[in-house]
């Protein structure tokens, strides 16, 4: 069984930047293909960015393209996402997800998920 636990949300203005992280147990973050999703109110949850177990393969949506980055530290068994150049639309709670299997860009193929943590990014 894999726990995920998400934290680095909050209040920022836009231009501002973040760093969401996702602490995972159960498995190694090394052994498992991962990624950051969210969700805004009345809206489907979506991908952000997506990173294969070896970490040799990241795909990013096209909205944070140039501004959001993924990353990981074995060491710490933790998930990061570096968020610049915040936007309001960048608004949402933010999911970490994991799947043993393959990194998928679908939310609904992903087995395990944190609880989320919320971003919001004034005008």
């Known amino acids: 069984q894999v726990q995920l636990v998400e934290s680095g949300g909050g209040l920022v203005q836009a231009g501002d930047s973040l760093r969401l992280s996702c602490a995972a147990s159960?498995?190694?973050?090394?052994?498992?293909?991962m990624g950051w999703f969210r969700q805004a109110p009345g809206k489907d949850r979506e991908p952000v960015v997506t990173i294969s177990w070896s970490g040799a393969s990241t795909k990013y949506a096209d909205f944070v393209k140039g501004r959001f980055t993924i990353s990981r530290d074995n060491a710490k068994n933790t998930l990061y996402l570096q968020m610049n150049s915040l936007k309001p639309e960048d608004t949402a709670v933010y999911y970490c997800?994991?799947?043993?299997?393959?990194?998928?860009?679908?939310?609904?193929?992903?087995?395990?998920w944190g609880q989320g943590t919320q971003v919001t990014v004034s005008s």
């Open positions: 159960g498995r190694t973050v090394s052994s498992l293909n």
């Open positions: 997800a994991a799947d043993p299997s393959y990194a998928y860009f679908k939310a609904a193929e992903y087995d395990y």
